[in-house]
């Protein structure tokens, strides 16, 4: 299957810092990359659809302000987490669909555990 | 509330099957799928049934779906401890690109 390789696994950061989170297709083309969270013992929350060459689609309740995605080719895409907060500790998951198929699987990354201390 | 609702626990004993039942309430589903995830590590595709579809089966795994009732489910025949893990059901929309997900069924294996 395809691979999508996110990077950092983990980080931890101070408060008040930035923080930037890569998530690449490997060996397809992905026009569009999605993040989510995933707080302890719960659900993915979809943050936010990255198109290709276009700005990020956020999902209600998600501050495009803090939360700064660029999908600047068809292989990667950034999510920078800017002026960190300990709330802003969780699990972020990006996965991408391949350019030709829309309606069928996705392929996530492994995910990047952000500790904000 | 959730659009796609799961149990939250299911425990079963080393070899016997395990059954993990998951509801939508969108009849434009077009995909629905079975994840997995292990304790800090990303979602891993098990399975995927096109709605058109009423059963998929791969090895151990069988998907059930009634799209009268809005109702999937994932069996793992013998299962084994290496399947504890937690598994999501989601499904993509006719016409959308995103996926959504239920709460997720946190499986425990008991040796």
């Known amino acids: 299957g395809a691979v999508v390789s996110q990077h950092p696994s983990w980080v931890i950061c101070k408060s008040g810092t930035s923080v930037k989170i890569e998530c690449r297709s490997l060996?397809?083309?992905?026009?569009?990359m999605f993040w989510y969270r995933q707080f302890p013992k719960q659900s993915l929350m979809l943050m936010a659809t990255s198109n290709e060459g276009s700005k990020a689609t956020y999902e209600q309740g998600v501050e495009k302000d803090k939360f700064l995605i660029n999908h600047a080719s068809l292989t990667l895409s950034t999510l920078t987490v800017t002026s960190a907060h300990p709330e802003d500790s969780s699990f972020y998951i990006c996965?991408?669909?391949?350019?030709?198929?829309?309606?069928?699987?996705?392929?996530f990354g492994q995910g990047t555990r952000l500790t904000v201390v | 509330g959730e659009d796609v609702e799961q149990s939250l626990f299911l425990s079963v004993r080393e070899g016997d099957s395990s059954v993990i039942n998951c509801t939508y309430t969108d009849s434009s589903s077009t995909y629905l799928y079975w994840y997995k995830q292990e304790p800090g590590a990303g979602l891993q595709l098990l399975t995927y049934i096109f709605s058109n579809m009423d059963m998929k089966q791969d090895q151990r795994l069988t998907v059930l779906l009634n799209k009268k009732d809005k109702h999937l489910s994932l069996r793992i025949a013998d299962t084994q401890t290496g399947d504890s893990a937690i598994y999501f059901c989601a499904e993509t929309l006719l016409g959308n690109n995103d996926m959504r997900f239920g709460a997720g069924t946190r499986l425990t294996v008991k040796p």
């Open positions: 060996d397809f083309q992905a026009t569009t």
């Open positions: 996965s991408a669909r391949e350019a030709v198929r829309v309606n069928t699987e996705a392929f």
